[in-house]
Structures are given as C-alpha cells and as structure tokens.
C-alpha cells in the first residue's frame, strides 16, 4: 500500500515537472463519466457472449514512439464498431493537441501536421469523447501492448484514473486459426487476406483494417467450432 501511494506520489510530481497542455487534467464532469463506466465495465460478461452478438470497438493509435514512460505520446486514435462478424457505419477520430512538435519522420510516417495537433482537442477531452463512443463495449487492437501501453499512461495523466477496458489482441484468434503461419504485422495479415487499408499509419484507416481482419477471424473461429471467446481461453489452456 505504501509503494502504491508513492507510485502515485512520484507520477504527480512527473506531471508537475514536464507540464504538456495535452495532459491538462478532465473536469469533475469527465471524471464522473468514468467511475460510472468502469462500473458498468464490471457487470459485463463477455466471455459467454455467442461470437454473434459479441460487441466490440476495433481501435488504433498511432504515437511518437513506443514508450509512453519515456516522454512518447499519443498523436491520434481511431476506432470502429463491430457486432460478430459485421462492421458497423459508427467510426471515431480524433487528433490529441499537443504543443510539442512531432519528428519529420513521424509526421511523414502518419501523415499527421504540426497545425492539426494545435488545433485538436485535448487529451481528457479526447479521452472521453473516445469512451463515450466505446460505452462498456471490450476493446480490439493488433499487437495490443503497444495500445494497453499508451492508454494506460494517457488515462493516470489526463484523468488520474485507472484504464479499466480489456482489450482483447487480434491474435488471441488468429492463432488458432492460422496456427503454422509466420503472419506477424498487420500489412502482412492485409496481404494475406486481401483487406485493402488506404492509408497505412492513420488511425482510423489501420482501426478498419484491423477491424476486416477481426470480422474474418470471426468466421474461422466460428467454422473450427467456438462459439464465444472462452471456448478460446479454454483451448489456449490446455495448450499450456
């Protein structure tokens, strides 16, 4: 307990000395919304949920480096619904204001502008437009360490809370369904399964892709027989 405040103590205090008008802190409004989210999140019983009638929200971010403990940041987040094996027409983006310029590489790489950062909304604000979209629904990423990661040092920073979502990584199925292949990035899985992704390292476009590629592990997974991800929890298990 005394190492956990002290964790907290010394976050605060990093806050304190590296000040970032993108972590300026949520209104007791955002923060409300939150608590009451986790306790919905709480009361969710996802695993026993027929693949059909499975909602999620397939997301993506893209960053200015892979580590958020080191000074890297959130650029942008995209995300879409999905229902089973449909895709849904309800989409979020949002660009996260920030007054520090990224890289020319990275802004070259996402395709993202000095101006848009100055002009987007802050990161509480980002944060809670994204969860008011989300709702209670679990979270779907490919590589998902690197979306955990992020979201979990944008959520202690913006909103002094906790990121309480389970995210869900596409491999989590892709393994069982492609079991001997050495498919890894998601352009290598978009080759493989001809999704067609119009804008590589855009949020928004890569949460799409990603989304294809979930519909359609969907379809196997059901085809080998699982009908909701515990079957899944349970065939990893004895793989263990």
């Not at 007054?99 to 590489?105: H, N, R």
Request: charged share 25%.
């Amino acid at each position: 307990m005394v190492m956990n405040h002290m964790l907290q103590f010394i976050r605060q205090v990093s806050g304190r000395l590296h000040p970032d008008a993108s972590a300026s802190v949520a209104d007791p409004g955002q923060l409300a919304y939150i608590r009451n989210l986790h306790r919905e999140i709480k009361k969710q019983d996802v695993l026993n949920t027929p693949f059909d009638e499975l909602s999620v929200v397939v997301f993506d971010i893209e960053t200015t480096g892979f580590y958020p403990y080191k000074g890297d940041r959130m650029l942008s987040i995209g995300a879409v619904k999905v229902q089973g094996e449909r895709m849904l027409e309800e989409t979020f983006y949002s660009a996260i204001r920030s007054d520090a310029e990224p890289s020319e590489e990275v802004q070259k790489l996402t395709g993202i502008t000095v101006e848009q950062l100055k002009g987007a909304p802050l990161l509480p604000d980002v944060l809670k437009n994204f969860y008011q979209f989300v709702k209670s629904d679990t979270l779907v990423a490919h590589h998902s360490s690197h979306e955990k990661q992020f979201m979990k040092q944008a959520n202690w920073t913006a909103l002094k809370s906790d990121f309480q979502h389970r995210i869900i990584d596409t491999s989590f199925l892709t393994k069982i369904v492609e079991p001997d292949s050495d498919l890894f990035t998601l352009d290598d899985y978009c080759e493989h399964y001809g999704i067609c992704n119009h804008q590589r390292h855009h949020a928004l476009y890569d949460a799409l892709a990603t989304a294809h590629l979930w519909t359609e592990s969907i379809h196997h997974i059901k085809r080998l027989g699982y009908d909701h991800l515990n079957d899944v929890y349970a065939h990893i298990a004895k793989l263990k």
